[in-house]
């Protein structure tokens, strides 16, 4: 007998991934998330490495380019074994030793001098004399170096730091950083010597040369102002001897954009930020 009962089919609908789906999004999201983390923090620890020689140029010991030499001969070690590879580099926790001495480094000072005469421009001096660390006595607690140097009866302007990177910078010859002189001689000096030392004096093996040379005051040609760029040895004394003229002062007013304007003889100040700006970026002639 046939049924009119209708017969009753079960809709068949598709099954719901959208939670798996979502749920391998997601999976696939933390894993990718887990990837980045580790990415970022492995740029983390390469960011905290640094150079070798930069470790030792900042911590005041010497330049980049002389710790590269004391790299190679033996003299740097790292947690307590000697490093010659050039290049290498260490982390903020490790211990590096230059000649068996534990080296850290220290804060930056930036100290400007007016010099006097009767200091030495050293550090120390095995015959007692004066020299110019005792006219920054008490100044900071962190070693800082002449920058450069300065003859016993030469006055002006002196820079003393810590910054072994910034002293490399302004004392090696290529850099060729500006410097005036105030010259006092013991006589008028002639146009045509003046136009000499623009020349060049050729003293034994050395060629001495002045970049400008002028009057101070017009009324009395026995005071010039002189101009160099160069790093020769007590060069401005040897080319006014070269020409028979004797130098009875010598005041440096100008050093690589540095002047002691204000700043009473055998005082000292820290140089502002501006100035070490200015430095380390090379913005001066």
């Not at 006219?135 to 008490?138: A, N, R, V």
């Not at 850099?175 to 500006?178: D, L």
């Given at each position: 007998m046939k049924s009119n009962k209708k017969p009753s089919f079960k809709k068949q609908t598709k099954p719901n991934n959208s939670k798996n789906k979502q749920s391998k999004t997601s999976s696939f999201k933390f894993k990718n998330g887990k990837n980045e983390t580790s990415q970022l923090t492995k740029k983390k620890k390469n960011d905290e490495l640094i150079r070798l020689n930069r470790f030792l140029s900042s911590a005041g010991i010497c330049?980049?380019?002389?710790?590269?030499e004391f790299i190679k001969a033996g003299v740097v070690k790292v947690n307590g074994k000697i490093v010659t590879e050039l290049g290498t580099k260490i982390s903020p926790t490790d211990e590096v030793r230059f000649n068996e001495q534990i080296v850290r480094i220290e804060k930056k000072v930036y100290i400007l001098l007016n010099k006097p005469k009767d200091y030495i421009t050293t550090t120390s001096d095995e015959r007692r004399r004066k020299t110019v660390m005792q006219?920054?006595?008490?100044a900071c607690c962190e070693k800082v170096f002449p920058v450069g140097r300065l003859d016993r009866n030469t006055t002006g302007v002196l820079l003393l730091t810590n910054d072994g990177e910034l002293t490399a910078k302004l004392t090696h010859p290529k850099?060729?950083?500006?410097k005036i002189y105030h010259v006092f001689l013991d006589k008028n000096l002639k146009k045509h010597d003046m136009e000499k030392l623009v020349e060049g004096i050729k003293e034994k093996e050395d060629i001495l040369r002045a970049d400008v040379v002028s009057y101070v005051d017009p009324s009395d040609k026995s005071q010039v102002g002189v101009e160099i760029h160069t790093g020769q040895n007590r060069v401005i004394r040897r080319m006014f001897e070269a020409l028979g003229y004797k130098v009875i002062k010598l005041d440096r007013v100008y050093f690589a954009g540095l002047t002691k304007k204000g700043l009473p003889r055998g005082h000292w100040r820290y140089l502002t930020p501006a100035e070490v700006n200015m430095l380390k970026m090379g913005a001066f002639e």
């Open positions: 330049s980049r380019r002389e710790a590269d006219l920054i006595k008490g850099y060729k950083r500006k």
